[in-house]
Each structure stands twice: as structure tokens, then as C-alpha cells.
């Protein structure tokens, strides 16, 4: 039972290059354990520790997102193509969440200083008292 | 160092501030191993965020399949930060997923001042190049290809500020 398997650039070094490859099994995990037999560390590359589909890997059978057919249990059969496309995403997030703590930080500071100065002014209205 | 035309660039500038402030993001296609991007084609953020990115799935392998097909690759992944600088985020290098493209990222945080920087992204290490804008040697009116994949009604040349 042969399924072809199209291979992203990024995990061409898994396959010798090849951008096809072909494989068996009743379900993606099954594919994704037989593909490793021959290709060791791509199934490391696509399934976490946990044995969870990577979130920002994509895999599709045929034209449908795994996602949607049950992921690692998906059903395969023979000729059936499957796609893997690392997912395209970013943004500023980082950046973002490290501008929100420096500038929380600055905040904190600021709020602090307000409070001795206000505790150091009674303690002066107290003492004038 | 990335070449590349003043009427993509422009187009996704207009794209960016369309989407802004939500990030927009997209792709420049170009014939494989010509290192030459000819075809822009603005994606739909899926994360809908101003600060993250993501290709729609169902889009993406659509595009994807449709660039093997016409013997085509990523030669420009772009995206933009509207609040921060042209620069990637820890999450775009760890995201970066195709070692060939030229990653682009566009700043919408000034109105009226464009900030567009190229970046090559492989295995986490991020080296800045050079960008040439080319600029038009025919009649820019007469180069209407890089509306592919919207309605022309909505591609607005003027926002760009040229």
C-alpha cells in the first residue's frame, strides 16, 4: 500500500532531498512511523513528546487539513497523497510581550516611588505637626 | 540582497495598511531558483492580531500547490509589525520554515513613513540584506498582474503615499 508523501524543503535533509516520498500505513501516525524507518528524525520533526501533531506543522490528505480528520488517527489509504507544509506564521508577538513587561516594570517602579514620596510627605506633615 | 519591483513593493505596502493594525502578511512568488519575485499574492492573516501572523491552512497548501504547478517558489514571505520595527521577532525565527525565502517585513507604526526590511532566516540565525527597489521601466499603469487573488476595487495605490 503506497502513499505519497510530498516533503517541505525545510525537511528535504531527512530524505536525501527528495521532495516525494512514498509510504504505507492505515493512519498518518502508522505513515509517520514507517516514514521514520527509513528517514530517521522526520517523525521527530512533525509529532511532540506527547505524541500530538506539532500545532505549527500543516499535514493534508488530499485536499483536506488533518486537522479535521481526526490528526495522528487520520485514515490513509492506498494512493492517497499527503502534504506536509510547516505552517507560515510570526509576528511581533515577542517584541509586543517584552515592550508590555518593560514598560509593566517602569510602571511598577513609578507606582513605588509614588508611594515613598507620599509616606515620605506625611511623615514630614506628621513631624511639622 | 532582495531585488525587487517598485509595484510589488508598493502593493504590499497598500496591503499592510489595508490590514493595519492588524498584521498582514503574504507571499511573492517567482520562477524556481530564479531568486526572482514576480507574483505577489496577499494572504489572509487567519490570526486576525496586530501582533501574530498566520497563514490560513486551506490557503496556504492552495498557494503552495499552485506555485509547484507553475514551477514556481517563495522567493518573498512577507509580513508586517505595526507597532514595532521592520525586524524578526523571536516567534518569526522560530516559525521560519523556508530557508530559501527572503523574509520581508514591513513596519506600519509611522503613517506616512515606510520602514521595509529583507531578511534571510535559517536555522534560527537572521542575517539582514540589502533591498533594491526597481523601479518601473514601462508605464507602472500599464502592469495591472499583481492584483492576482482580490477584487481590484480594492487595491488602493494611492496609500503607499507616492
Redesign the interface.
Known sequence: MAIEVRI???LRSYTGGAKVVEGAGDTLGDLLTDLDSRHAGLKGRLVTEAGALHR?V?V?VN?E?V?FLGALDAKLNDGDSV?I????????????AA?AISQHRAAAAAISQHRAATVAARDAAVAAR | MLSIDRSIVDAIVAHARRDHPDEACGVVAGPVGSDTPTRHIPMENSARSMTFYEFDSMEHLRVWREMDDRDEEPVVIYHSHTATEAYPSRTDISFAGEPGAHYLLVSTREPDTEEIRSFRIVDGVVTEEPVRIVEPAVDPHAVQSYMFGQSPATVDYECSGR
Open positions: 517541505p524543503t525545510i505549527f500543516n493534508y485536499d487539513d486537522r502534504t507544509l510547516p505552517a507560515v506564521a510570526g509576528g511581533a508577538f515577542g517584541f509586543a515592550a
